[in-house]
């Protein structure tokens, strides 16, 4: 007998169904069990570096061996900071970021960070092109048989052009022989003068001068001496005052000593009267007005003084800064 219906006939359908099935899933089991995975990049490079210039164009930095080069115009002020734009490898970040504001100074640091945690450090470095001082005269050192030299106070200058005048970029020194260097006070200076006073500490004997206008050095070679002036000199009367004939008077000074004569002068008669001199020392000299000097206001006093090894004997006339008037 016949059974009512076939089972093997019916199975058929569901036994094609699985086969297609498993295999998807099989295939699906493989692919997910080979699934990729990706390595952490090691990448910590400054790919671009730029920042603007005082005209607004743009200035693009050299990236050499760690250093981010930066060329600054010639005659343009050099910022104290800067906004650059950094641009660095892909995944990786940089520190300070970009667009951020940083000092513009030598040595300033960037560290750049790639995705696997390798740092490398970069550090800014400017060359700042400013165009080359020169010198074309030197004057102030006075010459006088073997001497070469330049009084304190008086005044050192140098002509030329293209001196740096920005605050701090500009210095002159004397150099000894031994090496030592002594700054000199720089009284005034333009791009193309530049003005030096010693002062009493640049006191000595030197070999050379060097001017620094940054970033560049110029070396005059130059045998010299800074000397205080050893001719006589006196301090101002700080007051008016009356002196009658015969009557001493004591007037201070310096290298007093070496005055042989002593003269008082009135300025509406122009003359030059001398006085006697009865005591005389470094620091101080005695005066007495003569019985017959005549009877006047004197306004300056002149100097006559003994050659030195830097002057040969002369004259000097002096302001009172007051009146001296003889009477009865």
């Given at each position: 007998?016949k059974?009512?219906?076939?089972?093997?006939?019916?199975?058929?359908?569901?036994?094609?169904?699985?086969?297609?099935?498993?295999?998807?899933?099989?295939?699906?089991?493989?692919?997910?069990?080979?699934?990729?995975?990706?390595?952490?990049?090691?990448?910590?490079e400054?790919?671009?570096f730029?920042?603007?210039?005082?005209?607004g164009?743009?200035?693009?930095?050299?990236?050499?061996?760690?250093?981010?080069i930066?060329?600054?115009p010639?005659?343009?002020?050099?910022?104290?900071?800067?906004?650059?734009?950094?641009?660095?490898?892909?995944?990786?970040?940089v520190?300070?970021?970009?667009?951020?504001?940083?000092?513009?100074?030598?040595?300033?640091?960037?560290?750049?960070?790639?995705?696997?945690?390798?740092?490398?450090?970069?550090?800014l470095?400017?060359?700042i092109?400013?165009?080359?001082?020169?010198?074309?005269?030197?004057?102030?050192?006075?010459?006088?048989?073997?001497?070469?030299?330049?009084?304190?106070?008086?005044?050192?200058?140098?002509?030329?052009?293209?001196?740096?005048?920005t605050?701090?970029?500009?210095k002159?020194?004397?150099?000894?022989?031994?090496?030592r260097?002594?700054?000199?006070?720089?009284?005034?200076?333009?791009?193309?003068?530049?003005?030096?006073?010693?002062?009493?500490?640049?006191?000595?004997?030197?070999?050379?001068?060097?001017?620094?206008?940054?970033?560049?050095?110029?070396?005059?070679?130059?045998?010299?001496?800074?000397?205080?002036?050893?001719?006589?000199?006196?301090?101002?009367?700080?007051?008016?005052?009356?002196l009658?004939?015969g009557?001493e008077?004591?007037?201070?000074?310096?290298?007093?000593?070496k005055?042989?004569?002593?003269?008082?002068?009135?300025?509406?008669?122009?003359?030059?009267?001398?006085?006697?001199?009865?005591?005389?020392?470094?620091?101080?000299?005695?005066?007495?007005?003569?019985?017959?000097f005549?009877?006047?206001?004197y306004?300056?006093?002149?100097?006559?003084?003994?050659?030195?090894?830097?002057?040969?004997d002369?004259?000097?006339?002096?302001?009172?800064?007051?009146?001296?008037?003889?009477?009865?």
């Amino acid at each position: 007998m016949k059974p009512l219906y076939s089972c093997k006939k019916e199975m058929y359908p569901f036994k094609n169904f699985v086969k297609p099935w498993c295999l998807v899933s099989l295939i699906c089991i493989a692919f997910s069990s080979c699934k990729k995975e990706y390595i952490d990049y090691p990448y910590a490079e400054i790919i671009n570096f730029s920042i603007i210039d005082a005209n607004g164009a743009v200035l693009k930095a050299a990236v050499d061996n760690n250093e981010i080069i930066i060329y600054w115009p010639p005659e343009q002020a050099v910022p104290e900071t800067v906004t650059p734009t950094v641009t660095v490898s892909e995944r990786a970040n940089v520190q300070p970021a970009s667009n951020t504001p940083i000092a513009f100074t030598d040595g300033t640091s960037f560290t750049v960070t790639a995705e696997d945690g390798t740092a490398k450090v970069y550090k800014l470095k400017r060359i700042i092109n400013v165009p080359k001082p020169y010198v074309t005269d030197f004057s102030g050192i006075t010459s006088y048989n073997d001497k070469n030299f330049i009084l304190v106070g008086d005044q050192l200058s140098f002509a030329g052009d293209y001196f740096n005048t920005t605050e701090g970029q500009l210095k002159v020194f004397f150099l000894t022989a031994d090496g030592r260097e002594v700054e000199v006070p720089i009284s005034n200076s333009t791009s193309l003068n530049i003005w030096a006073i010693p002062d009493e500490m640049t006191v000595g004997t030197y070999t050379s001068i060097r001017l620094e206008s940054a970033p560049y050095t110029i070396t005059v070679e130059r045998d010299f001496e800074v000397i205080e002036d050893p001719r006589p000199s006196n301090i101002p009367l700080n007051e008016a005052i009356t002196l009658k004939r015969g009557e001493e008077y004591k007037l201070a000074g310096k290298n007093l000593d070496k005055v042989t004569q002593l003269l008082l002068n009135n300025q509406n008669s122009r003359t030059y009267i001398p006085v006697e001199i009865v005591n005389v020392s470094s620091d101080e000299i005695t005066l007495r007005i003569p019985v017959d000097f005549p009877l006047n206001t004197y306004h300056s006093v002149r100097f006559i003084y003994a050659s030195t090894p830097y002057f040969s004997d002369t004259i000097n006339t002096l302001s009172l800064n007051n009146t001296l008037t003889v009477t009865e």
